[in-house]
Structure formats: C-alpha cells, structure tokens
C-alpha cells in the first residue's frame, strides 16, 4: 500500500465553479447516466412509444382511412406514448428510491447538505432528460406511423392542427409524470411501491372513475393526473370528456406541484 | 476541530443520545468507542448534518456542517461503506461527488490509487469486497483534501494488512495536522490508533481522556500470593502501603509489584506456594466501563458535561 500523498489541511477553500445548485445539477447528470437503468428506460420508452405508435398506424390505416372505425386519427399519431410513460416513471422513481434502497442518499446529503438543492438539482436533471426522451419518442412514432396514414391518405403533417405541440407535449407530460412518480419516490422510498401505487393511479384508477355516475364520475376522471396531464400528448382524443390540453396540462401541472411540494416539506423535515 | 455540546437524539421513546459534549481536537487520532447501539453512529450522522441533533448543537472548525459551501472540502466522511449504488462504477461514484464540490477531477485518480483501487476503478462497485467498499468509502472521505476527517468502524471488513493501512492512514492524517476522529466497537484497535479517547455507552460519555491515561486507569494489574501465612503476609504488605485483599490462603495485592512482594515475604520467612501478576485487559477494561455506564455517567458528570 502507497502512503497517503495529502497536502497539508487548509481551511475550505471557497470553491470554484459557480453556485451550489449548477454543481449538484452536474453531480445528479454524473450519476443518473453512470447506471444502466436509466440507459434501459430511456430506450425502452424509444423503443415502446415509437414501435407501437407505429404498429398500431400500420394496424388501423386502412380502416380509419374507410371511415369505418369512427375513431380519430390523430388520437393513434402518439399511441404508443400510453406503454411507454411506464418507464418515465420508473425512471423517475429510480431517482431517488435507489438512493434509499442503497444508503448511497447519505453520501447524497453529505455532499450537498441543502436539501432544497438536491431535490432542485434531481428534478432540473430527470425534467431535461424525460422531456427529450419523450419528443424524441413521439417523433420517431410520428415519423413511423404517418408513413402507414399517409400511404392510405390520411397522413398528419407537422404543420397540421396540433401536431406540433403533440409532439412537445408528449414531452412535457413525460417530464410531468417522472416528477409525479420521483416526489412519490421521496414519499414511500421504495421502487416498487412507487411504481404500483403511480400506475394504478394512471392506468386504473384513471379508467375506473369514468364509470362512476353523473357529474362527480365526470369531473374526477377529468382531474386525475394521467387523464388531465395525457390529453397535451395527442392532437385528438378518444374521450371527448377530457379537457382541452392545456387547461389539463395546467390542471396535472399543479398536481405534480403539489405532491412535490409535500414530498419537499418530508424531505427536508426527515432525518437521513 | 469538532466540537459537540449538550448534543442529543431522541428517537421516539429511546434515548439514542444523551446530552454527550467532547471536543475533537486537531493533529492527534480521537478514537471514539463504545459498544454497537452505544450512539457512535448516530453522533457521527449529527456531525455531518444527515440527522437532526433533539437538542444541542455539533460544530466543525466553528460552523454548522450544512452551512459549508463545499462541505466534502471540510469534512471527509466514511459513514457507512456500503452508501454505495451498486450499478456504478468506482470512478464515477468519485467523480459525481467531485463533481457535487467543485473538486478537480485529476484529485479523483489521485484519491483512487492512495487506496489502491486503480486497477478496478471501472468495475461496478456491486462486485466489490466488503474491504475493497471500505476502500472506496475512504477514497470518498479524503476527495476533498478535507482538514476534518471522520470515520465510522472504518476496519470493519478489512483484512489484516487493511487494518494496518487504515491504522497508518489515521495516524497519518494526524501528524499532518488533520482532525482524525475514528470510531471503533473494538478497545484493542483504538488502543494502537488512537492518541486520545471519547469512551461512549448508551449514549452518554463515559470517559474523555488519551488513551495512557485510560490504560493506566482501567487496565488494572494486580499481584497475587498463595501462602501457608496469610495473615503475616498481609499484614507486612499493608505496612509497606499496598491494598490487600484476602481470600483463603490466596492474597490480592495492588500497590506492590512481585519484586516487592517475594522480598518482603523472604525476609520475614513467610513461605510462598504461588506468586503471579495479573492484568486485566483493555478489552475487560472497557466492557466493565460499558456494561456499568449508569454509574460510571453518575459518578463522573465533570468529565461528561465540561
């Protein structure tokens, strides 16, 4: 064993490199791209979004562009998004409950003891990296998809009515549920309960409000996060009960802001 | 130097701990010790700000911990080996928490080869040793050059040869002027580390001295005669100043060495059947010290609140 080659202690030296949130930003990139998770979600959602947006144009083309099905064409543009946000939150989960799973949110704290500032710095990080896994996959669909919708005349080009922010919104509500699922993670600190307890909500509790009588049965299924946040991620929809895309955008914006809020106030509050 | 004062943590119902003050100071090893559930863990997750102090206050070179800029530049940790994600690799553990302190990345392979870890610096630390985890937890503790070094059991998984290393490494750290606190459930190996010692037991301190003055203190010896004359011996012993306990034939002395004691015995013709030292060792010093820590906490509250 070499001995220690240390020079001698100093008092901290005020460090270079600008302010505490752009260093722990950089940290929380390091770490999140050194695991082969995140490598893995990330092109599973590549992978499942744009395959099955285009699979299932390549399905449907004919017997949309017969006008026999009544369905709208542009609520299959994105389709693929709806398996694919599987894995925006299990990324988003894995932000944080695999430093609880591990001890490794110790070495997390140690190094940046202001909280606020590791969890700005994890959501900066998982925001930037869901939203432009997110366009991207729902580009690729798009560009896989129209060729089938197009070859049967019915293709929806980028400058079409609401294609654009489609594609920008698969993004945002990508980013939106990783945030979801990443506070939850701060909340329940495991993986696994985190991404059943999420896509329950999502996938079940979602569709099973619809079926609940009147008004109420009406309005929850508008307000619950994946039906509120989702509708931004398609230019038409296959349920006219939803809100129009930004005002449900709005509506799951503030949702993830206020379990973040919740998930902030636990955080800073609890002992590491 | 740290400083803790009136530092305490409750969880629920139990008392982790107790009102503990010590001072840390800087260019020796402070060995902190006490038995496993004594509170060493905890007061050391209060060092680095990870776990809120009930009440009191902990501070390093004057600041709170959260309050540095760079704390890893202030205080270099070795909490738990294994606060490790098991998918990454050694080097860009080291490089995300450079990255998270403005901590030049050359200091990364420098850190890297002071513990011997070059060589398996790209492998994922899931396939670590529990040493080679004990290494890099190390390597992690020194990234920052810090002047303030704290670790928690850190031979804990160490071969023989890691023992030594991380012995040398402590001591090390000290002469260069560094504040070294090691913490230890095991006496013997705070025996050689340590220059100085906060002895812990359920959460309070028990003792707060270097560590001569400790061995000299709790790792009594004592002389002991079998004789045909007891009451002779004892009596000639008393005389010369020593304590002297009777069972039998069998005398406990203290006060007086073997030399002393045969003298004395030969020239009043006291016969001896039997005459041995025994010394206690540090070991048994230390569970006695811990396994009483009611009294002894009792006994002794100028040491523990000063």
Same mark, same amino acid.
């Given at each position: 064993m070499t001995a220690p080659v240390l020079t001698p202690p100093r008092a901290?030296?005020?460090?270079?490199?600008? !302010?505490g949130l752009s260093r722990a930003v950089r940290a929380e990139w390091i770490k999140l791209w050194s695991v082969r998770s995140t490598g893995w979600s990330v092109a599973a959602m590549v992978a499942l979004g744009a395959g099955l947006t285009t699979l299932v144009c390549a399905l449907v083309a004919r017997d949309l562009a017969d006008g026999q099905?009544?369905?709208?064409?542009?609520?299959?543009?994105?389709?693929?998004l709806v398996f694919a946000q599987v894995t925006a939150v299990v990324l988003g989960a894995l932000t944080v409950t695999s430093e609880y799973g591990t001890g490794m949110i110790r070495a997390t704290l140690a190094a940046t003891p202001r909280r606020g500032t590791v969890l700005a710095a994890k959501a900066l990080v998982l925001t930037a990296t869901l939203f432009v896994a997110g366009v991207v996959t729902a580009f690729l669909g798009w560009l896989g998809g129209n060729a089938f919708l197009s070859a049967e005349g019915i293709g929806i080009g980028l400058?079409?009515?609401?294609m654009v922010r489609s594609l920008l919104g698969s993004g945002l509500y990508m980013a939106g549920l990783g945030l979801f699922a990443m506070a939850a993670g701060l909340l329940l600190r495991s993986t696994a309960a985190v991404v059943s307890v999420v896509l329950a909500l999502v996938f079940l509790v979602g569709n099973l409000v619809?079926?609940?009588?009147?008004a109420l049965g009406e309005w929850l299924t508008k307000l619950m996060p994946g039906n509120a946040g989702s509708?931004? !991620? !398609?230019?038409?929809?296959?349920?006219?009960v939803l809100l129009e895309p930004w005002t449900g955008f709005a509506v799951f914006a503030a949702e993830v802001a206020v379990l973040l809020a919740v998930a902030a106030v636990v955080f800073t509050r609890r002992d590491a | 130097m740290i400083v803790a004062s009136r530092l305490t943590k409750r969880y629920g119902e139990r008392l982790?701990?107790?009102s503990v003050s010590f001072t840390v100071r800087p260019g020796r090893v402070t060995g902190f010790l006490g038995?496993? @559930?004594?509170g060493k863990s905890t007061t050391m997750r209060m060092v680095i700000g990870l776990d809120r102090p009930t009440s009191g206050t902990v501070t390093v070179d004057g600041a709170r911990?959260?309050?540095?800029?760079a704390p890893l530049r202030a205080v270099g940790a070795?909490?738990?080996?294994?606060?490790?994600?098991? @998918?990454?690799t050694a080097r860009a553990h080291l490089r995300w928490m450079a990255a998270s302190n403005a901590i030049p990345r050359a200091r990364v392979e420098e850190v890297l080869g002071l513990v011997g870890l070059e060589a398996v610096a790209?492998?994922?630390? @899931?396939?670590?040793s529990l040493g080679m985890g004990q290494r890099l937890g190390i390597a992690a503790a020194l990234l920052g050059d810090p002047p303030v070094v704290v670790l928690d059991e850190?031979?804990? @998984?160490?071969d023989p040869e890691g023992i030594r290393w991380v012995r040398t490494l402590a001591r090390d750290l000290a002469a260069e002027g560094r504040t070294v606190l090691v913490s230890s459930h095991l006496m013997a190996e705070m025996a050689l580390t340590a220059d100085h010692l906060v002895v812990i037991g359920r959460g309070r301190v028990l003792a707060d001295c270097s560590t001569a003055e400790f061995i000299a203190e709790h790792a009594a010896s004592f002389v002991t005669v079998r004789t045909p004359q007891p009451a002779q011996l004892a009596e000639l012993l008393r005389r010369s100043g020593a304590d002297v306990t009777c069972d039998g034939d069998e005398l406990r002395v203290q006060g007086a060495d073997t030399v002393t004691t045969g003298e004395l015995a030969a020239g009043a013709g006291v016969v001896l059947h039997e005459l041995g030292l025994v010394t206690s060792s540090l070991e048994e010093a230390f569970m006695t010290l811990t396994a009483g820590s009611v009294e002894y906490a009792a006994a002794r509250p100028a040491e523990v609140t000063r």
């Open positions: 901290a030296a005020a460090p270079s490199g600008g !302010a099905t009544g369905e709208p064409v542009g609520a299959f543009i994105t389709w693929g400058g079409d009515d609401g619809m079926l609940l009588p009147g509708r931004i !991620a !398609a230019p038409e929809t296959f349920n006219p | 982790a701990v107790d038995p496993n @559930g004594a911990y959260a309050d540095s800029p070795l909490l738990e080996a294994r606060a490790l994600h098991p @998918g990454r790209d492998q994922r630390v @899931g396939r670590f850190p031979v804990n @998984g160490l």
